[in-house]
């Protein structure tokens, strides 16, 4: 059931084992059987109001959580007796696309208090880290009196794939693997084999800062990154002295999109006969990056570029 508006004058609302209570509207008191599931929000946001709600055992909280840690649903309860969360909870995280590292906001109780059964919630299941979220940590808390119960989570670096079978744009979730957008420092972007031999066209609607490229299109498929925002390659792991890779296996491909170095970066052209062509300008922020060329392949600059330190190919040169 799905709730929009108000169902506070109809008293108790009882969520049957399987069912699902889901919505940014308002009910009583929520009775949940065993298997029952509360989803707070209308695709991914909004808040469900509850005078009391008691979840248990093989009972279910599901939640979207977003790209910021102000887009998911929120569960807000107002009664006296408060949320009671029971040993066997499992909280269902969807992706939302590629998380934010921070703290999401799950249930704000403002009547009474938030009851813990499962010690800290140590009996919780959350089943998604290696499907959604890989190396993602959820760590569970309580703050301001017992009021709110947050989840912090600790997203790693992602190297994801380009999934979708064609081009598009950058910021669309699901032409990305795991649905999760690459976009902070520290993630790195790999263009494979879903293309198959066509050439796709990827807008970069937004500016991003990643930390490495991969293009290995085995099939045959070539890659045109394309637009006016910026694509900073860029790590804080490392010095910005070492160098960052871009990392060819074949094809021909286009970046055309500026480029602003933050660490020097090596591009390893490792297939002979493949070529990368950047045709967006590259600076530096006046920082003095190099570039360095290395493999069988072939590099083509044809942008105005401004970074200011050397480069540099370790192809050796043809024999005589």
Known sequence: MTVNGSLLSSGAVSVAGSATLSGAGSVGN???GVG???????SGAGTLTMTACTLGSNDGLIYTLGTDTGSNGLLTVTGASGLTLNTGLTLNVTSGGHLTSGT????NVTGGTITDNSSNFSGWTVPVTSSYYPGTSFLFSKINGNKQ???TVTAPAFNVAWSGTSGGNWDTAANWQYQSIPTNSGDSATFGNAIGSTTATITMNGSRTLSGLTFSPATGGSYLITGTDTLTLSSTSIASTASLSLNMYGGSHTIAVPIVLG???AIANNVSGSQLTISGPISDNSSGKNLTLGGTGTLILTGTNTYGGHTT???PPPSR
């Open 263 to 265: 660490n020097n970066l």
């Open 36 to 42: 029952g599931i509360v989803a707070p929000g209308l």
């Open 313 to 315: 190919s370790t192809i």
């Open 149 to 151: 119960l947050i989840v």
């Open 104 to 107: 999401y906001a799950l249930a």
């Open 30 to 32: 929520v009775a949940v």
